[in-house]
Each structure stands twice: as C-alpha cells, then as structure tokens.
Nanobody, 124 residues
C-alpha cells in the first residue's frame, strides 16, 4: 500500500496563496490517481481536484476552478496543490488521497489511501 503525508498548510489572508504538497511512499507512485479533498468544520468531506497517473487528465470542482492548480512529479513521488486567490470559504482540512488504477473517481469513499490532512485557514 501507499503512505501519504501532506504539508504546506497554514494561515493566510484572503487573496493570498498557499502550496500544499503530498509525499507518497511505499509503492510505485505512478500507479495511483491522486485526488485532493477538503473538509470544513461541520461539513462533509468534499472533492477539490484530481490528477491522473500520468498527469494528462486533470479536473477541478467548480468552487476552485481558475484558482487552484494540481500537479504531480512522479520522479519525486509528490503531488502538489497550488492555491491562489484564497477565500475564507476555502478554510478546511485538506487531504490527499490515492486510488490505484486508471479511473478518476470523485467520490471520497472510492479512495482507500489517505494522508493525515493539513489545515488551511483563510482570514477575511
């Protein structure tokens, strides 16, 4: 199985930027479709973005489209989430998740492997 560790969260003012990283270990990283999800207090975990194994397919939730960018470096076993123009409503714990295979699922319950999460707080 694969182990995931997120980093890069923090406190930022509205309009600012953060870059999250998710480092993978344990299995061949390029076997895995990677997703980012987030969960705000009192809310369900929601889909943010996904990137295919080769990086050729990318999708975003409408709420982050045009502001967030996902990328991956299979040589470094890492997936990134560049977040620009942050809004207070982006405040949440952000999780990366891995799915072994070519599919590109958006439902969190389809992902068997998760990181511990990293807190992102956007102040107004």
């Amino acid at each position: 199985q694969v182990q995931l560790v997120e980093s890069g969260g923090g406190l930022v003012q509205a309009g600012g930027s953060l870059r999250l990283s998710c480092a993978a270990s344990g299995r061949t990283f390029s076997w895995y479709t990677m997703g980012w999800f987030r969960q705000a207090p009192g809310k369900e975990r929601e889909y943010v973005t996904i990137i295919s194994r080769s990086g050729t397919y990318i999708d975003y939730a409408d709420s982050v489209k045009g502001r967030f960018t996902i990328s991956r470096d299979n040589g470094k076993n890492t997936v990134y989430l560049q977040m620009n123009s942050l809004k207070p409503e982006d405040t949440a714990v952000y999780y990366c998740a891995a799915y072994q295979g070519a599919a590109t699922p958006r439902q969190s319950n389809e992902y068997p492997y998760w990181g511990q999460g990293t807190q992102v707080t956007v102040s107004s």
